[in-house]
């Protein structure tokens, strides 16, 4: 069974530039999760979807920052415009509600580079 | 209070021995408690979890141990080997309903386990 899809798996762009990052959540699974993790700042909660409905958006750091979720196959965060500061590695979970164990399925994440 | 704090942010160990990497967390209203095992250019991955109505949970050679009182848990590496070489993340979140799956990570540590 194929795991959470992330892409790009690196991107290197320039400050100002819009990043636009993808997830594919394991199939069946309704949530949906966006990480950041930096060196400083360790795995910080962006934000997290149930049923493709944002519930939580507390950790969005600003307001350059976007993520929506069309449907239940798919999702997107946008940074628009970068900088330098976002430089991080981005990673996608999903899970299934109703699981006992709880357990976050992670992609590889994407990471990107803002010059 | 939704801070979760780990200890050492790096060990190293010999093969076979025992690595022992500590927890110590502040909101009462956690009750779930899972380490996560991440290797270089991957996503965290769930290794053992545990909830706070027993004081130890092994699976293999991976042991939770979890002092209530003190608001602590620690994770047990018995026989350490060098595929166990990772960055390790302890977690903390209330379970239930929309909340489960919003996970507060401690900074990771680094196990390196030389042959």
């Known amino acids: 069974d194929a795991g959470v899809i992330q892409s790009p798996r690196h991107e290197v762009t320039e400050m100002g530039q819009e990043v636009t990052l993808r997830c594919k959540p394991i199939?069946?699974?309704?949530?949906l999760f966006w990480y950041r993790q930096t060196m400083m700042r360790g795995l910080e909660l962006l934000i997290y979807?149930?049923?493709?409905?944002?519930?939580?958006d507390s950790g969005m750091p600003e307001d350059r920052f976007s993520a929506k979720m069309p449907n239940a196959s798919f999702s997107t965060l946008k940074i628009q415009p970068s900088e330098p500061r976002d430089s991080a590695v981005y990673f996608c979970?999903?899970?299934?509600?109703?699981?006992?164990?709880?357990?976050?399925?992670f992609g590889e994440g994407s990471r990107l580079t803002v010059l | 209070q939704q801070q979760v704090k780990q200890s050492p942010q790096s060990l190293i160990v010999q093969k076979g021995g025992i690595s022992i990497i500590n927890c110590a967390y502040e909101?009462?209203?956690?009750?779930?408690f899972p380490w996560y095992q991440q290797f270089p250019g991957k996503g965290p991955a769930l290794l053992i979890a545990?909830?706070?109505?027993?004081s130890e949970k092994k699976e293999g050679r991976f042991t939770i141990s979890f002092n209530k009182s003190a608001k602590q848990f620690s994770l047990h590496i018995m026989d350490s080997q060098p595929g166990d070489s990772a960055t390790y993340f302890c977690?903390?979140?209330?379970?239930?309903?929309?909340?489960?799956?919003?996970?507060?990570f401690g900074q990771g540590t680094i196990l390196t386990v030389h042959p």
């Open positions: 979970a999903s899970r299934l509600q109703g699981a006992n164990t709880g357990e976050l399925f």
């Open positions: 199939s069946g699974h309704d949530y």
């Open positions: 979807f149930n049923n493709n409905v944002p519930i939580d």
């Open positions: 909101n009462t209203a956690f009750d779930y």
């Open positions: 545990i909830r706070p109505d027993v």
């Open positions: 977690a903390a979140s209330k379970g239930g309903g929309t909340s489960y799956g919003k996970l507060t």
